[in-house]
């Protein structure tokens, strides 16, 4: 066997005790979700107490995170045995309150104080005798569990990096006495209660060497339940903090198998330093049973297929067969769904090549058995398998042989219909009437699976591997329609006859059943691509065209500008224009109707400098550096942000429009004043063609300089022609760069 580094844990967080209890705290990043590279749902049939020892690619355990109900886990059974156990003479709540709350302490003080001088119980509880053998019994075993308790919790805030104290060691008096209790007690509810009491008290004791003897003295005589396997796991921990580490893991091997409740402890807790730990370990283990304990465990820190292997020789109807089983197939799926692929046929093979044949076989062959506990689950797994392998036939048939033969359930029903479903797509290579026909009801119901009907059903990877594999079929075919249906590109729309054959399927009013299917999953509307145009359009100077484009855009047409996009300013201040009283409202076809009517007065040669200087101000806002960005927001060209794509920077960052009509603002202007305002606006368009050539274009402009600007023409024209106007003033005033430029 080779040789495996167990220490899997160590890297993510430390746990800071004796080895069996204390709060962890997850450290883990955030992350989508378990299904968007999963289609394998391992609740489907295991066991829920192996949940949290499901593959988590970022996490340590499944869902969880990592262990952190170590001091409530068993509260509900605590109250329950204990309800039983008094026969309701106590409230659930009263119980719940003596039991759990730590302010219960005055109170549990006071019943003792009471029963040992056979007194009147206090309120709320004077209705009850302190004689009585089940209440006096549970008084009693509170007063000393509680001060116990005491020292084996210590309080932890997760969100201060201070040192904790921890708590005192139990009081050797107090060990004494529920060590006696334990002997001389007849209860046998008590005297159970009473062996646990009295090795946690060692445990948290300056003697804990006195826990191990007195588990030996003992162990035969206390029944096999979950107390005694918490009491073993104190001796596990005694074990490992002598660094023993061999009997220490093989006795958390043993808790893991029989105590279901303590499953993710022990795992947690199971830590073999080295190879030979490990091989230790499974030499102290006496039975089959014992080692399939072990095995189990190593399957979930080191190799899943080796555990296995080992264990089904073993024991081929061990439960922990299953859970290993669904780690080893979502490891394998994780890492093939993380492969990207534009043609299918290529796809296909790569998975083929990728796939692990030796977990193939393994799988495959115990399934061909049939000897597990569960054989439907491992028919399953073995059906998923090949597909990846391109054995369809066979995945279909063993995929199939659950659903006569599997457990039923909702969510058992799902995952064989979403196998099968993508079995069925895997194994097509054309798409056309035929094959679109049967894919139609399955891919419906896959597209419309609301999250909030079942969370646990792992489904979005193939949601998206569906679309993305269909697309790559069509786009074979030089069906580039619906390959954008189903997989969009964002340079798709920069082929203008791609919009054309879009806005031609989209305007089809006798669609079929799948082409319905295709356009409900797009996210791209009609109205969407109107207003792509007449945008795009609009930046060509094309404002005719950009018109008719935008009237035709039901949604687009009415977006409103935040600010006056006619307006040109000193500084640009977004929020200053945004905030603003506007007169007038416009909306994208109001303001592109404008710029026409504005454009069709300089054309005439009327009043060519406000003209001018206005549709300036407009090319200039519809840019990344005016008020008017709201403009070129649209779901296809997608630019929200500081950082616009490569493909748009020649539209949406530049201002060469604007500052023609500057110019010819500029040579038509009356005075000075005049002047002096267009040079200052050529200046801005100036320092934004240096600024996307410097800092957009690279995408690296947060790391401007704090002077990043040039002596732009305007400036310079600014300074020495027009010095002795009004306007050249309140630029300094408001121009920090200019300010700077003149020496103010």
Request: aromatic share 16%; glycine share 4%; charged share 25%.
């Amino acid at each position: 066997m080779r040789n495996i580094s167990f220490k899997k844990l160590a890297v993510l967080c430390s746990l800071v005790a004796l080895g069996t209890y204390g709060i962890l705290f997850a450290c883990a990043d955030y992350f989508w979700g378990y299904d968007y590279d999963s289609n394998f749902t391992p609740e489907t049939y295991v066991d829920e107490s192996y949940s949290p020892l499901f593959f988590a690619p970022q996490d340590v355990f499944y869902s969880i995170g990592f262990e952190s109900n170590y001091t409530s886990r068993f509260n509900e059974d605590i109250v329950s045995a204990w309800s039983e156990y008094v026969k309701g003479k106590f409230t659930a709540k009263e119980l719940s309150f003596l039991l759990l709350n730590d302010s219960a302490q005055t109170t549990i003080k006071e019943l003792y104080s009471a029963v040992q001088k056979k007194q009147k119980l206090p309120v709320p509880y004077a209705r009850l005798s302190g004689t009585d053998a089940q209440i006096k019994g549970f008084v009693e075993f509170l007063y000393y569990a509680k001060d116990i308790e005491a020292s084996s919790t210590t309080p932890l805030n997760s969100w201060s990096y201070e040192e904790t104290k921890p708590a005192a060691a139990v009081n050797p008096k107090t060990l004494a006495q529920v060590e006696k209790l334990f002997n001389e007690t007849t209860d046998v509810f008590l005297k159970n209660r009473y062996w646990f009491q009295t090795m946690k008290a060692y445990f948290y004791s300056n003697n804990k060497q006195g826990a191990v003897t007195f588990f030996e003295k003992t162990k035969t005589s206390v029944p096999q339940n979950t107390l005694y396997y918490r009491g073993v796991s104190y001796i596990a921990g005694i074990y490992y903090r002598k660094k023993d580490y061999a009997t220490s893991n093989y006795l958390y091997s043993v808790v893991f198998d029989k105590c279901p409740a303590l499953r993710t402890v022990t795992a947690y807790n199971f830590h073999p330093q080295e190879q030979k730990d490990f091989q230790a370990s499974l030499a102290l283990a006496k039975t089959p049973e014992e080692k399939t304990g072990l095995w189990a465990l190593f399957g979930y820190y080191a190799d899943e297929k080796a555990a296995i292997r080992e264990i089904y020789k073993l024991n081929p109807t061990s439960e922990h067969l299953d859970y290993l089983l669904t780690r080893l197939v979502n490891k394998e799926e994780v890492r093939l769904n993380e492969m990207e692929f534009k043609s299918a046929a290529e796809y296909k093979q790569t998975m083929k090549n990728q796939l692990n044949k030796d977990a193939l076989q393994l799988v495959s062959t115990i399934a061909k058995d049939e000897k597990t506990g569960k054989p439907y689950l491992w028919n399953l797994a073995a059906g998923y398998l090949n597909i990846f392998a391109g054995n369809h036939a066979q995945a279909i048939q063993l995929i199939e042989k659950v659903e006569k033969k599997g457990a039923k359930s909702e969510l058992a029903s799902n995952q064989i219909r979403l196998l099968k479903l993508i079995n069925t797509l895997y194994a097509t290579t054309k798409l056309d009437d035929k094959s679109e026909s049967k894919l139609l009801p399955e891919l419906d119901w896959l597209y419309h699976i609301k999250d909030s009907e079942d969370e646990t059903f792992r489904h979005r990877n193939a949601l998206g591997w569906s679309k993305q594999y269909i697309a790559s079929l069509y786009a074979s075919q030089q069906n580039i329609v619906f390959a954008e249906l189903f997989n969009g590109s964002t340079t798709f729309y920069q082929t203008a006859s791609n919009a054309e054959a879009m806005k031609a399927f989209l305007h089809k009013t006798n669609k079929s059943a799948w082409e319905k299917l295709a356009e409900g999953i797009y996210s791209i509307s009609l109205s969407d691509i109107y207003e792509y145009q007449a945008v795009m359009s609009a930046y060509a100077g094309k404002l005719d065209e950009a018109i008719a484009l935008m009237e035709q855009s039901a949604e687009g047409k009415n977006v409103e500008f935040y600010g006056n996009p006619f307006n040109g300013k000193i500084k640009d201040c977004h929020d200053c224009d945004h905030a603003a009283p506007q007169k007038v409202k416009y909306t994208k076809l109001s303001f592109l109707k404008k710029m026409k009517e504005m454009q069709s007065y300089v054309d005439k040669g009327q009043d060519v400098y406000n003209n001018s200087l206005l549709l300036g101000n407009a090319y200039y806002n519809m840019t990344y550096f005016g008020n008017g960005r709201v403009f070129y927001y649209n779901d296809i060209i997608n630019q929200y942000g500081n950082y616009i794509d490569e493909y748009y920077q020649p539209y949406l960052l530049s201002c060469t429009t604007a500052n023609l009509y500057y110019e010819k603002a500029f040579n038509s202007a009356a005075n000075a004043e005049q002047k002096a305002k267009c040079a200052y606006m050529m200046a801005k368009c100036e320092r934004n063609a240096f600024y996307t050539k410097e800092y957009h274009s690279k995408n690296d402009f947060w790391d401007e300089p704090e002077v990043a600007f040039q002596a732009w023409n305007g400036f310079k024209k600014l300074k020495t022609e027009y010095s002795n106007t009004k306007y050249y003033k309140e630029v300094i005033n408001e121009c920090g760069y200019f300010s700077r430029y003149v020496g103010k």
